[in-house]
């Protein structure tokens, strides 16, 4: 059963607009979440991560907001640029914050 | 920045072969990871280690085993590859729990 799930496989947008990307989980007991963007042949890049302690955390253009009841994360980007252009994957871990649970990512793609 | 090195980007074996993948950090970190990334499945984590000589499964260890004897360096092994293990490889380290995992940029194995 998929404890992180993103729902939406692509996401299209143009240059200058928002990008929103969402993940919803199910444990409960998930103490800490990261977005990472991956290029084609590349390594995962972390990106920007919040605690459940917080709900919101900002990084230049990308912002992570946390709805703990609703058990969902988003993350914004705005402006979007054509290099954002990447696969986009959510992580959950528990309070000991080792294992990540990864959801199986969403492709942005952004046009100029 | 922290560097997280992958011995191999692309790697091709025969199926029986006793296959050795290699990481190393430099970054001191105490955690490191090994994933696998597959189409519409994300990563899954094979097994992680939390200090030298240690280590814990994941969420699919099998047919896998690893070996941590310095803090730096993290192997994969597949005892006897098989085709259904052909996939992209992963590694990564993280400093302590609730911090961002690192990735290398990935071995594409393929097993024939």
């Known amino acids: 059963d998929q404890q992180v799930k993103q729902n939406s496989p692509s996401l299209s947008v143009q240059e200058g607009r928002i990008s929103i990307l969402n993940c919803d989980y199910t444990n409960s007991m998930f103490d800490y979440f990261l977005w990472y963007k991956k290029y084609p042949a590349e390594g995962p890049t972390f990106l920007i991560s919040i605690s459940s302690i917080k709900d919101k955390n900002e990084d230049g253009r990308f912002t992570v907001f946390l709805n703990k009841s609703a058990k969902h994360l988003s993350l914004h980007i705005v402006p979007s640029q054509p290099g954002d252009s990447a696969v986009y994957f959510c992580?959950?871990?528990?309070?000991?914050?080792?294992?990540?649970?990864f959801g199986k990512g969403t492709t942005l793609s952004v046009s100029s | 920045d922290v560097k997280v090195t992958q011995s191999s980007r692309y790697l091709v074996k025969r199926t029986g072969e006793k296959v050795f993948l290699e990481c190393v950090q430099d970054m001191d970190h105490e955690n490191m990871f090994w994933y696998r990334q597959d189409p519409g499945l994300g990563l899954r984590l094979i097994y992680f280690s939390y200090d030298v000589k240690m280590k814990e499964k994941g969420d699919i260890p099998e047919g896998y085993s690893v070996s941590r004897e310095k803090k730096e360096r993290f192997s994969l092994i597949l005892e006897s590859a098989s085709t259904n293990q052909t996939s992209m490889y992963l590694c990564?380290?993280?400093?302590?729990?609730?911090?961002?995992?690192?990735f290398g940029d990935g071995t594409r194995l393929s097993i024939l």
């Open positions: 992580a959950a871990s528990d309070q000991a914050g080792t294992a990540l649970i």
């Open positions: 990564a380290s993280q400093f302590r729990g609730n911090q961002p995992q690192h």
